[in-house]
C-alpha cells in the first residue's frame, strides 16, 4: 500500500557536491513505466541522447517485458544499454524521470483532480530516490505537476534548481504548432512561451511571441484587422485545451509530452544552457510566494541554473499571479 501521508515537512539528504566520474556514461532512470514511462524511453533511444536507460517500477515481469521490447528497437536506433533495475539506480543517474501517479480520466475537468492519490505515490517515491542520495536532476511529470513539483522538492530534501518539472513544455509547443499553422509559418520560426500553470490557468505570453523576428501583434492586425484579439485567443484556447482532446479520443497522451522529457533530458546532459519552460520553485524576484511554476529557464548540467526575467503585459501579470494563488492554494492542501 502507498503510505497516506503527503505533508511537506522537508525530509534531510545529504548533497554531495562533487560530481559523476567522468567515465561514467550519460544514464537517465524512469520511475514509472507505463504509457508514459515506455514512450520517453522509446524517443530517447531513437534520440541517442542516454548511453544508458533503466526503467525502474514494481511490477517487475512488467519491466522486463518493456526492456526486451526496447532492446529489440535499439538496432535500429542507437547503441543504448537498456536494463530494468531499482532506485540504488537513481544515485549515479543524470537524469530521473518521475512518471507515477493516477491514470488520469476522459471525463476529468482539470489536472489538479486526484491530487492527494497522486501525492501519495510521488512522496514514496521520492523518499526512495531521496535515500540514494542522488547526484543528478529530477524530472517530476506526475499531474498535477506544478503542485508535485514543489512538494517532490520539499520531500526530497535536494537543491530546489534540480527537482523540475515538465510544466508548460508541451502547451509551448502545442501554442507554436497553432500559431503557425495560422499563419502559414514553420513551427519553429514561431518564438513563444507559455508559463504559469500547466492546466487551465496557463498564461500564453502572446504579446512577446515573435514569427521569424516579427511581433505576432502586427502580424495579426496586418491579416486579421477586425478580429485579431479574438482569433489569438481561439488559438490559445485550443492550445490550452489540446490535452484535453487528445485524451478524450485516445484515453492517454503520451508521444508529445515523451518529446517534451526527451528535449528536457538532453539539455541535462549535454548541458546545453537552454531555455525551457520547465516547473520550477519560483525566485522571489518574482514576487508570486511559495510555488512552482513554468517560466523560461535556463537548464543545464545541474538543472536549473536561473530563471529568466519576464515581460509580461498588465494582462499577462495579472493573469499569472491568478495562476500563482490557484497552485498555492492546492500547495497547502498538501502541508
Known amino acids: 500500500m502507498l503510505a497516506a501521508e503527503t505533508s511537506l515537512a522537508p525530509c534531510t539528504v545529504r548533497v554531495d557536491a562533487e560530481h559523476r566520474s567522468a567515465h561514467r556514461i550519460p544514464s537517465v532512470a524512469i520511475v514509472g513505466p507505463g504509457i508514459v514511462g515506455t514512450t520517453t524511453a522509446h524517443a530517447l533511444l531513437v534520440s541517442g541522447a542516454a548511453a544508458e536507460i533503466v526503467l525502474i517500477g514494481r511490477d517487475r515481469n512488467r519491466v522486463e517485458g518493456q526492456v526486451k521490447d526496447l532492446r529489440d528497437a535499439a538496432l535500429y536506433a542507437h547503441a543504448t544499454r537498456i536494463v530494468g533495475g531499482n532506485f540504488a539506480d537513481c544515485a549515479n543517474a543524470d537524469?530521473?524521470?518521475?512518471?507515477?501517479?493516477?491514470?488520469?480520466?476522459?471525463?476529468?475537468?482539470?489536472?489538479?483532480?486526484?491530487?492527494?492519490?497522486?501525492?501519495?505515490?510521488?512522496?514514496?517515491?521520492?523518499?526512495?530516490?531521496?535515500?540514494?542520495e542522488p547526484k543528478g536532476v529530477v524530472v517530476i511529470v506526475t499531474n498535477p505537476v506544478d503542485v508535485l513539483t514543489y512538494a517532490a522538492w520539499?520531500?526530497?530534501g535536494l537543491p530546489?534548481?534540480?527537482?523540475?518539472?515538465?510544466?508548460?513544455?508541451?502547451?509551448?509547443?502545442?501554442?507554436?504548432?497553432?500559431?503557425?499553422?495560422?499563419?502559414?509559418?514553420?513551427?519553429?520560426?514561431?518564438?513563444?512561451?507559455?508559463?504559469?500553470?500547466?492546466?487551465?490557468?496557463?498564461?500564453?505570453?502572446?504579446s512577446t511571441c515573435r514569427i521569424a523576428g516579427t511581433l505576432l501583434m502586427e502580424l495579426c492586425q496586418e491579416r486579421y484587422p477586425s478580429d485579431c484579439e479574438q482569433t489569438l485567443r481561439e488559438i490559445a484556447d485550443s492550445a490550452r485545451n489540446g490535452g484535453w482532446d487528445i485524451l478524450r479520443a485516445k484515453g492517454a497522451t503520451?508521444?508529445?509530452?515523451?518529446?517534451?522529457?526527451?528535449?528536457?533530458?538532453?539539455?541535462?546532459?549535454?548541458?546545453?544552457?537552454?531555455?525551457?519552460?520547465?516547473s520550477t520553485v519560483?525566485?522571489?524576484?518574482?514576487?508570486?510566494?511559495?510555488?512552482?511554476?513554468?517560466?523560461?529557464?535556463?537548464?543545464?548540467?545541474?538543472?536549473?541554473?536561473?530563471?529568466?526575467?519576464?515581460?509580461?503585459?498588465?494582462?499577462?501579470?495579472?493573469?499569472?499571479?491568478?495562476?500563482?494563488?490557484?497552485?498555492?492554494?492546492?500547495?497547502s492542501t498538501l502541508e
Open 254 to 278: 503520451n508521444y508529445g509530452i515523451s518529446a517534451a522529457l526527451t528535449r528536457i533530458t538532453t539539455a541535462v546532459l549535454r548541458d546545453e544552457h537552454a531555455v525551457l519552460t520547465v
Open 154 to 156: 520539499k520531500w526530497s
Open 282 to 331: 519560483v525566485p522571489e524576484t518574482l514576487e508570486l510566494g511559495k510555488v512552482s511554476l513554468s517560466v523560461p529557464a535556463i537548464i543545464g548540467r545541474d538543472g536549473v541554473h536561473r530563471v529568466l526575467p519576464l515581460r509580461l503585459s498588465e494582462e499577462e501579470d495579472r493573469a499569472l499571479r491568478r495562476s500563482a494563488e490557484i497552485l498555492k492554494r492546492h500547495i
Open 95 to 132: 537524469v530521473i524521470i518521475v512518471t507515477v501517479g493516477v491514470t488520469q480520466q476522459r471525463d476529468m475537468s482539470s489536472r489538479l483532480n486526484d491530487l492527494k492519490s497522486s501525492a501519495a505515490m510521488v512522496r514514496e517515491v521520492m523518499t526512495q530516490i531521496a535515500a540514494q
Open 160 to 206: 530546489a534548481g534540480r527537482v523540475i518539472g515538465s510544466g508548460t513544455m508541451l502547451d509551448s509547443s502545442r501554442l507554436r504548432r497553432r500559431l503557425g499553422e495560422r499563419f502559414g509559418i514553420a513551427s519553429e520560426d514561431v518564438h513563444v512561451h507559455v508559463i504559469g500553470e500547466h492546466g487551465d490557468s496557463q498564461v500564453p505570453l502572446l
